[in-house]
């Protein structure tokens, strides 16, 4: 049983009707959001499960959910977004869930959204994308521009465009979670989609709405977004022709 998860409450939320999509809620230093976030999914959107993956906050995060008895994995170190994803991914591999949802502990990620990705997964996708350029045009702000220039650079890759390649809400089918589980060199990244998508994988993007960060912490800092988008574009145009799989 993985750490800081009640076990009691596992079985009872796990059965097979609820099998069907794990909502996965990375949380880092969130101790000011992650309350409201949960709590709006377990009273209006209890048909989904979900877990906090605690990706050793130091702040009282972890704490938080203990306190409220939220479904928890509680890394005793910080991993970062890939390692927490990571967890929660195999979380979901482990407890045969058919889909997977990545899930922004800041508040940003609308769960009325979730409901739109779920019914295109069933079409056949693989990958689900809630994307907030699929209608809306894009801004010239530093950070878009670095967008943009993702979005091209998988064009280059795939022959496909993906408008909104950085978001953070991403949802993945079976055969997705298992890809994650078993490859140790996947995460949750632009680079990784078009990994993805040249081998195969069927990515669509469904249209939604985020609000900002109001409080919390981000993964990315600003320079930190900046090599980010660097490794992004090395890795898409160049080595992920070089990467194996497993």
């Given amino acids: 049983m ?8 596992v079985e009872e939320t796990v059965g097979e009707f609820m099998k069907k999509l794990l909502i996965i809620i990375p949380a880092y230093n969130e101790e000011k959001s992650i309350e409201k976030v949960v709590e709006h999914i377990i009273h209006k959107y209890a048909q989904y499960d979900y877990v906090v993956v605690n990706d050793g906050s130091e702040d009282k995060t972890a704490e938080i959910c203990y306190k409220n008895r939220f479904q928890i994995l509680d890394l005793p170190v910080h991993l970062g977004l890939s390692g927490a994803f990571q967890t ?19 508040g940003q990620h609308r769960a009325e959204f979730l409901a739109d990705m779920l019914e295109k997964m069933e079409e056949g996708y693989d990958i689900a994308i809630g994307s907030r350029f699929v209608q809306k045009k894009k801004d010239f ?98 080595l992920h022709n070089f990467r194996n799989r497993g």
């Fill in 2 to 9: 993985p750490v800081g998860t009640y076990p009691h409450e």
């Fill in 88 to 106: 929660g991914i195999k979380y979901a591999y482990q407890r045969g869930y058919q889909y997977a949802v990545q899930f922004d502990g800041d």
């Fill in 141 to 238: 702000s530093l950070r878009m521009i670095g967008s943009r220039i993702i979005t091209a650079s998988i064009r280059i890759a795939t022959k496909v465009k993906i408008a909104d390649p950085t978001s953070g809400m991403r949802m993945f089918s079976k055969r997705m979670i298992e890809e994650f589980t078993k490859n140790i060199n996947l995460d949750p990244e632009p680079d990784t989609i078009s990994y993805l998508m040249k081998n195969g994988a069927k990515v669509v993007e469904v249209p939604v709405i985020m609000d900002e960060r109001q409080v919390g912490t981000s993964y990315l800092s600003r320079m930190a977004s900046v090599k980010y988008m660097i490794r992004m574009l090395v890795s898409i145009l160049l």
